[in-house]
């Protein structure tokens, strides 16, 4: 089942801060985060695992909570650069058949 | 590394034709997973190959098949094209398939629809 992404859209300034959640009504063994460029590839940003501490380079982290099987991605002081769109990727514990379930996506515009 | 490489990159095809479309794995990744992305529906999951076996597939219609052959490069035919069909198709590649497995994508194939 497609995890729930939230906002849908989301437009900020450039120095502000962002967070992009990603629900599931199943339980999770992980989530990842990949951000598209218009016209490009998704770029991988990070995942992070069932039990795992939350994970985070440059000015990007996430964290997981099990209990509410959600995922959190966090932007602080945006940049320009992070102009895009953001997926959340699922898997769901179910070893040999693994699929990566991916969400809508959230549409991301950074503005000077 | 060279990353992921799919062609080609753009097709124009009318409805009841059939296309092939090709991946070229990361050297020494031998997982192939293929996706369509729609602006309405996403990414959506079509299938994974690991040693040229097919391992998982998303709920598409037989007129979705691919292969995958002992190189690790893949191949994806859609036959009788659909007008829905028209979508950006994208290939990943990782190291043997797991929850915990980085994929990485090539750029997409555009496949209008006409």
């Known amino acids: 089942q497609q995890p729930v992404q939230s906002p849908q859209a989301v437009i900020l300034r450039e120095g502000e801060d962002a967070v992009i959640n990603c629900s599931s009504s199943k339980a999770l063994y992980s989530v990842h985060w990949y951000r598209q460029k218009h016209g490009e590839a998704p770029v991988f940003l990070m995942i992070l695992l069932k039990g795992g501490e939350q994970k985070g380079h440059d000015k990007i982290s996430a964290s997981f909570n099990e209990k509410k099987q959600q995922s959190s991605l966090y932007l602080t002081a945006s940049q320009l650069s992070y102009s895009g769109t953001y997926f959340c990727g699922t898997e769901i514990q179910d070893f040999g058949n693994e699929k990566l379930t991916f969400g809508t996506g959230t549409r991301l515009t950074i503005i000077p | 590394k060279a990353g992921v490489t799919q062609t080609p990159r753009y097709l124009i095809k009318t409805r009841g034709q059939q296309v092939t479309l090709s991946c070229s794995p990361i050297s020494g990744h031998r997982s192939v997973s293929w996706y369509q992305q729609t602006p309405g529906q996403g990414l959506q999951f079509l299938f994974e190959y690991f040693s040229e076996t097919q391992r998982n597939k998303g709920n598409f219609p037989g007129r979705f098949s691919g292969r995958q052959f002992s190189n690790s490069r893949s191949e994806m035919n859609v036959s009788t094209l659909e007008l829905g069909d028209s979508a950006l198709y994208l290939c990943?590649?990782?190291?043997?398939?797991?929850?915990?497995?980085?994929?990485?994508f090539g750029p997409g194939t555009r496949l209008t629809v006409l």
């Open positions: 990943a590649s990782s190291l043997p398939r797991g929850p915990t497995d980085t994929q990485y």
